[in-house]
Structures are given as C-alpha cells and as structure tokens.
C-alpha cells in the first residue's frame, strides 16, 4: 500500500490525501480492482481510495499531470468494466458511501460512492425512498447519471428525476455545484448523460413517502403458450395504475409474466384478476415483501462471480413480430440469455423530453437479454448467443438506454440519445471537460477531438 505521504503528485500538498493508494501487488489491490463482470480484469497503475471530496480533486489532479487515463469506480457495475483503468489511475468513491436523511425536508445526501441498498436503509425508517435500481449493491452514482430505472419510477420519475443538486469535481479539478439554479448546464447534461462530465462526490434527492410495503404478483407459462399471454400481459400494462411496473422473464422453456406492486398490498391485489385474465398459467405466485426486500431480492442472482455479458433495446411496444421473436428460441438450448422486460410510463413519461440528458421517454418497454457464466472457455458462445437473440428484436427497436450498453462503443451513444441531444451534450461536454479527461464512459467526445 502507498502511503497518503507517497501520493504522487506535485500540484497538491501530498499529506491532503486522507485515503489510501494501492498499486499493484500491494494487499487489497486485486479486490480493490475486481468488479461485478469477473471478464474484466484490468490493472490499474494506481487505485485512489478517496475518503474526501479533497482526495477526489488531489487524484485527478495527479492523473492529469501524469497523463494516466482516469477511471471511476462506484458499484462497480458497468458491464465493460469501464471504471477500471488498464494501466491507468482508477478513483475508488466506495469509502465515500454516507448517506444522510431529513424526514421533514424529505432530502438525502448521498455521497458519490454509496450503493443504492445505503439510500433504502437510511430512507426507509421514515417509510421515505426514491427511485433507485433493483440491485442493492449498485452504485447510486452510475445508475443516477445514466437515468436510473426503478420499481419507483413509474410513480416518481427516473432517479435523476428527483436529483436537486450534485457537487462535482470536474476534469480541472474544481469542485462545483450543479442544480436548476447554478450551472444549469451541466446540470441537465449529469442527469442522463452517464460519467462524462466529472466525478460526482454529493447528490441531493427529493424522497418520497412510499410506505415499507409492496406486492409481486407472477404468472409462469410454457414456452409454447406464452404468445397468447404475452398480448395480454402488454395490453394490462397499457393501462396499469402507476404502483404497478409491468415485468416479463424468458429462460429456458418458460415466460413469467407479472408486475410489482410498490404501496399497500391489498391495493396491489386488485390487480391479480386483471393478470389473471391473460391466461392459464402453470405455475402463480403472490407474496408480500418489504420495500427493502424488494430492493435486495436479486442481490445473490447478480453477484460478482460471474462472467457477464448483455444487450438492450428501448421498444415502442409489443407488435406480433417482437412477440414471435421473444417467444421463438430453442428450450433445449442451454446458451441462450435470459431476456427481460420492463414497463415504463407513467411518471418517466410525464417529464418533457427536453428537460434532461435522459432520452426515450416515451418507449413503452426496456429489452435485456443478458447471460452470466462462469467458463472463460465459452466467452465467445455466450457472447454470440446474446447478439444473436438481441438481434432479432433490433427492428422492433426505437433505441437503447445508456446504462444498458455493453460493447457497442460509438454507434450504442447514436442508439442511446438523439441528434439534437448528442449536440447540446457536446456543447456541456465542450464546456466542463474540452479534453475529453473522462472517456471511460459512453464517451460524448468534444468537439475538439
């Protein structure tokens, strides 16, 4: 481990570092590296853990006068494992995971390294949230600046809907604070436009009164019935009341087909003869979970020790082609990716396209097909296997959520946000970060380069 005097930089005092650095070969480096895709395996010249806005800014001061590409580390969840810097300095916020609550006010401070399961547990006790991911250790930092889907959304808005304000480190090292009212620029470029604009080290959220209590209702279906449940299933979710977020699984030889239900249960229930109505399942469950329950129910299922990949679509709906094409795979065929499917609506709908980075509003469902194996041997089967089945829903496309996208590099930015958008992205980009010092990201390049 280097110590906080060993820091290499000749801008900042040294002994202001209040974290640690690790390089390679030093304890804690390999796990300090390691993230939630077991494919990536970078090696970082230098990990910064910061333990203070001040370390954020002394680290990338030193990255810069280094000339060490900067990669940002939060949950760690970032398919490509962008925030792992081969050769690179790599800022490690996850020390920097605090997180406090004003019930009265119905504000959280959430430092810029804390996982989503912080946010719940400290907003929780209040019967208080906002949006937040499916996935308690996510980072709160990652899923806000891409958008933030959650079971919340469809009541409340994205996560980066109910953002007030964020301090930044920018890639000069200033700290700044962005909100409607300062720097409204980059304000509406953070909520949206992933990591490309600095680090943030502090968001402010509005909370919401939610309860502690919600309901998952599902419907499980042979493969081979699955069509005639699936209209159904798009049809209730046209007109489902905004607790309920519309969910769709595909593995193997079934589909199950349900909703989430976040509020009171009961309220919930009178939504099951409506799903009921699609048709004659072969398997139904209906259970009752606490919020934070809810919240960490994937957490074994997404852990860190598989190898992952996955590719994702927005679509404007379910015509008969995009159904035939989710229904029509090989139950035998032990490669194919799970698929998923998500409603959206609602509140995510209500917010004027123009007003955030965040683009397709209007999409009716979020498409995932995603796979996670444990052979590097089969990295390329499984890797083709995804491609291919997301291939076939790409006509149905209207395109993609920048959270989702893997490997897709240039053309994934085109897919994710659209011209007029792209265009003032580069003019905040042009603005905070005229060098393009954080590129690991779903790079929105300046106009310079």
């Given at each position: 481990m280097t110590t906080a005097a060993q820091f290499p930089t000749?801008?900042?005092?040294?002994?202001?570092?209040?974290?640690?650095?690790?390089?390679?070969?030093?304890?804690?480096?390999?796990?300090?590296?390691?993230?939630?895709?077991?494919?990536?395996?970078?090696?970082?010249?230098?990990?910064?853990?910061?333990?203070?806005?001040?370390?954020?800014?002394?680290?990338?001061?030193?990255?810069?006068?280094r000339d060490l590409e900067i990669g940002v580390r939060c949950g760690g969840h970032n398919i490509a494992g962008l925030a792992v810097p081969d050769g690179g300095l790599m800022i490690d916020l996850t020390t920097m995971g605090r997180v406090t609550v004003d019930p009265v006010t119905r504000r959280a401070r959430v430092q810029g390294g804390a996982m989503l399961g912080a946010l719940d547990r400290a907003s929780q006790p209040f019967g208080l949230a906002t949006t937040a991911g499916n996935v308690s250790h996510t980072g709160v930092g990652g899923l806000t600046l891409g958008g933030g889907m959650g079971w919340l959304a469809?009541?409340?808005?994205?996560?980066?809907?109910?953002?007030?304000?964020?301090?930044?480190?920018?890639?000069?090292?200033?700290?700044?604070?962005?909100?409607?009212d300062e720097h409204p620029d980059l304000f509406w470029g953070l909520r949206g436009g992933g990591g490309n604009f600095g680090i943030v080290v502090e968001f402010e959220f509005r909370l919401h009164p939610v309860g502690t209590r919600t309901l998952v209702a599902e419907l499980t279906f042979p493969l081979d019935r699955a069509a005639a449940a699936l209209r159904g299933w798009r049809d209730l979710a046209e007109d489902a009341a905004r607790p309920a977020t519309l969910t769709a699984e595909i593995s193997a030889g079934t589909v199950t087909l349900g909703?989430?239900?976040?509020?009171?249960?009961?309220?919930?229930?009178?939504?099951?003869?409506?799903?009921?109505?699609?048709?004659?399942?072969?398997?139904?469950?209906?259970?009752?979970?606490?919020?934070?329950?809810?919240?960490?129910?994937?957490?074994?299922?997404?852990?860190?020790?598989y190898r992952r990949y996955w590719k994702g679509h927005y679509l404007a709906g379910l015509s008969e082609g995009a159904i035939g094409a989710l229904v029509d795979r090989d139950p035998a065929d032990a490669t194919l990716p799970g698929v998923s499917l998500q409603a959206y609506g609602g509140a995510i709908a209500d917010v004027d396209d123009d007003a955030t980075a965040f683009s397709h509003r209007r999409a009716r469902f979020e498409y995932v097909a995603a796979v996670g194996w444990s052979d590097p041997r089969e990295d390329g089967?499984?890797?083709?296997?995804?491609?291919?089945?997301?291939?076939?829903?790409?006509?149905?496309?209207?395109?993609?959520?920048?959270?989702?996208?893997?490997?897709?590099?240039?053309?994934?930015?085109?897919?994710?946000?659209?011209?007029?958008?792209?265009?003032?992205?580069?003019?905040?980009?042009?603005?905070?970060?005229?060098?393009?010092?954080?590129?690991?990201?779903?790079?929105?390049?300046?106009?310079?380069?």
């Open positions: 000749a801008t900042v005092h040294r002994s202001q570092f209040d974290g640690q650095v690790l390089t390679p070969g030093t304890r804690g480096y390999d796990s300090a590296r390691s993230v939630w895709n077991a494919m990536i395996d970078h090696r970082p010249k230098l990990i910064a853990g910061c333990a203070s806005v001040g370390d954020v800014v002394t680290a990338v001061r030193a990255a810069r006068e469809r009541q409340h808005g994205l996560a980066c809907d109910n953002v007030v304000s964020c301090t930044v480190v920018t890639a000069d090292g200033d700290v700044v604070r962005a909100s409607a909703y989430v239900w976040v509020g009171d249960p009961e309220a919930g229930r009178a939504m099951l003869p409506a799903l009921r109505s699609i048709g004659v399942p072969s398997g139904e469950v209906v259970r009752e979970l606490s919020y934070l329950k809810l919240q960490t129910r994937d957490d074994s299922t997404e852990g860190h020790a089967l499984r890797m083709g296997a995804a491609r291919r089945e997301a291939a076939r829903l790409e006509p149905f496309a209207v395109g993609a959520y920048v959270n989702a996208l893997s490997d897709e590099g240039a053309s994934g930015v085109r897919r994710a946000y659209s011209d007029a958008k792209r265009a003032r992205l580069t003019a905040v980009k042009d603005a905070y970060d005229r060098d393009n010092v954080f590129h690991l990201n779903h790079n929105i390049a300046p106009t310079s380069r």
